[in-house]
């Protein structure tokens, strides 16, 4: 049998150690979904009305906005992607710590301040990581790295469903139920501390060590990557190939303030953006958090709602494996358009039924909307989830990549604010026809899709500059064409992979 080489197994354990910090992300996702409907919880803080449940959602993300516009950019460029993530996730742990021990009559207050210090850390931990996992990897595998992310995120909300079904089962005496909500949160942190403990014996990214001028140790780093994988020669040319594309856009003068004035930057900007708000807005905000809610409408108990969303969350891990073998092969485009389709249907069959059959009076159509429910699930699973955040890690240059990510990820946050107090409020106001809203947002994603986002399946992070300079108008062309571009084929060792090098002299 075929030996691994040592640089596809470290990256993999890599990549796989890194989702650990996106499981931390999902479990706080998917356990507050069932906190949401614990008896004990809703006690605690005073029965809070669909509003306020609203808040304590939306809340988190207003923590994670604050976190990509004004926090995890400096973090990931000065302390570098490892430091940056153990300090989200330190900041996470103390955020669970304020809503584990929410009580008295400050319960609420207290709950919500821990909701926004969670959402700053998980800011932090949710772009750093993805930002290591598409620098370490190599260009036509980067895909499926950055979509291990993903797969962690979906784990951790599964396992969130779960421990949520599990505590239904705690003593339901007084103490018990004050208990027991408070533990199934407190339990994220012991992957917390592991992940956290791991960081520091990590190794930094070779991107961001030539972006400190500590090249000894940007070629160690990436020799220990593509071990066994590359040449020394194909090696050592990566490795060039990155230092003169840091070299270029710090000659540029090029700083975060780029991103808006550089017409080929801003146009990728927002792309990113604008694809992070959609993945928010077709509404997958509100399903993670109101899926056991939404469920107990369609005549489910609580304990049946929260197993069915157990099954739902662990069917998406599957779903998200998938994803990680096809994202490469079919491309962003391709998959980004499957899953927006599906959830759109699914949208729509849910709508309709609850129309022709109001309050629950037909149960064959409360199971088909459960089924449908399910596809929804799927769909997101296989589309936006993981393919928004590859495509948003991707298509920066180095010198403006973690600003990029963390603008980009903030339109992920105002999608998430408004979908998550829209759903709830929706629900009771106007009852099935939300479906139909979130519906819409989803049809008119697939045209925008196909429109204006150019595939980026297998080119390199140093080519992208080439991509997007075709993606623009010809007017922001032609400024430029007073300067000569050389455009030069170099032979990487691989007769099958041409780099296309554009330097402009």
Request: a neutral charge.
């Amino acid at each position: 049998m075929k030996r691994l080489a040592k640089a596809v197994l470290r990256l993999h354990l890599l990549c796989l150690f890194f989702a650990l910090g996106s499981f931390v992300w999902g479990y706080n996702v998917g356990i507050l979904s069932s906190v949401l409907v614990h008896p004990g919880f809703r006690r605690t803080m005073g029965y809070p009305t669909a509003s306020q449940r609203g808040v304590i959602t939306a809340i988190y993300y207003l923590g994670t906005w604050a976190s990509y516009i004004f926090i995890s950019h400096p973090a990931s460029d000065r302390m570098g992607r490892r430091y940056a993530a153990l300090t989200g996730i330190t900041i996470v742990a103390v955020g669970t710590a304020f809503e584990s021990g929410a009580s008295g009559p400050g319960a609420y207050s207290m709950m919500i301040a821990g909701r926004i210090i969670s959402g700053i850390g998980t800011g932090l931990v949710s772009t750093s990581v993805p930002l290591y996992q598409s620098e370490v990897a190599p260009a036509g595998k980067r895909g499926k790295y950055v979509v291990l992310n993903h797969v962690g995120f979906v784990i951790g909300l599964a396992v969130g469903f779960w421990v949520g079904y599990a505590v239904t089962f705690w003593s339901n005496t007084a103490y018990g139920e004050s208990v027991s909500w408070r533990f199934s949160l407190a339990i994220n942190l012991i992957p917390s501390v592991i992940f956290g403990a791991g960081l520091p014996f990590l190794p930094e990214t070779p991107r961001w060590l030539i972006e400190h001028g500590r090249h000894e140790h940007a070629l160690r780093s990436l020799y220990w990557l593509r071990e066994e994988s590359f040449t020394n020669e194909q090696i050592h040319l990566e490795l060039s190939r990155i230092c003169d594309d840091v070299e270029e856009y710090r000659g540029s003068g090029t700083s975060w303030l780029t991103l808006f004035r550089d017409a080929n930057l801003f146009s990728r900007l927002w792309r990113a953006s604008l694809l992070q708000f959609m993945a928010q807005m077709c509404g997958a905000a509100a399903m993670k958090y109101y899926l056991p809610t939404l469920l107990e409408k369609l005549g489910l108990s609580t304990r049946i709602a929260l197993l069915a969303g157990g099954i739902e969350s662990t069917l998406k891990i599957f779903m998200t494996l998938l994803e990680m073998l096809l994202i490469d092969r079919l491309g962003r485009r391709i998959t980004l358009v499957s899953g927006t389709l599906a959830m759109g249907f699914a949208l729509l069959i849910n709508g309709v039924l609850g129309q022709v059959y109001p309050d629950n009076t037909n149960r064959s159509a409360d199971i088909v909307c459960i089924v449908f429910i399910f596809v929804y699930a799927l769909g997101y699973s296989m589309g936006f989830g993981p393919a928004a955040w590859v495509y948003g890690s991707e298509i920066f240059p180095t010198a403006v990549r973690a600003r990029g990510l963390n603008f980009s990820a903030s339109g992920s946050s105002v999608g998430s604010i408004v979908a998550a107090q829209v759903w709830p409020v929706g629900i009771e106001e106007i009852g099935s026809n939300i479906y139909f809203f979130f519906m819409a947002i989803n049809f008119i994603c697939i045209p925008i899709i196909l429109l204006f986002y150019p595939e980026t399946k297998g080119v390199s992070l140093e080519d992208m500059d080439l991509l997007f300079k075709s993606q623009q108008p010809p007017s922001a062309v032609d400024e430029e064409a007073d300067e000569p571009v050389t455009v030069t084929t170099i032979d990487s060792g691989h007769p099958k992979s041409p780099v296309l090098e554009a330097r402009r002299r």
